[in-house]
Nanobody, 126 residues
Framework: QVQLVETGGGLAQAGESLRLVCTGSGRTFRYSVMAWFRQAPGKGREFVASIPGVGAGDNPWYSDSVRGRFTISRDNAKNTVYLQMDRLKGDDTAVYYC?????????????????WGLGTQVTVSS
């Protein structure tokens, strides 16, 4: 019943932008830390960005590989989380997963998240 669904993936050229959307249903994620992870072909799942839930401040956290290029945000009234991806690179090619945690505080590791979407493919070419 509780679901996270990612949309907005697709094909982009290097230097272009995409915006991913994660929509929750079955419960509110207002108080949940939310995050984006990604998994490239033949590689493990990698942390991308995290944003705290209500009561844990307003400052997100990013991996070094995306900091300055990606922006995570949320609209709790819509039960949604976004990932604005600017100045895309070939190394950004991966399946991107949305995740929600039990805590409201920033988290960056898979074991901190209880709910996962099925992922959306992002392919960057040049």
């Amino acid at each position: 019943q509780v679901q996270l669904v990612e949309t907005g993936g697709g094909l982009a050229q290097a230097g272009e932008s995409l915006r991913l959307v994660c929509t929750g249903s079955g419960r509110t994620f207002r108080y949940s830390v939310m995050a984006w992870f990604r998994q490239a072909p033949g590689k493990g799942r990698e942390f991308v960005a995290s944003i705290p839930g209500v009561g844990a401040g307003d400052n997100p956290w990013y991996s070094d590989s995306v900091r300055g290029r990606f922006t995570i945000s949320r609209d709790n009234a819509k039960n949604t989380v976004y990932l604005q991806m600017d100045r895309l690179k070939g190394d950004d090619t991966a399946v991107y997963y949305c995740a929600g945690g039990n805590s409201n505080e920033i988290a960056t590791t898979e074991n901190r998240f209880d709910y996962w979407g099925l992922g959306t493919q992002v392919t960057v070419s040049s």
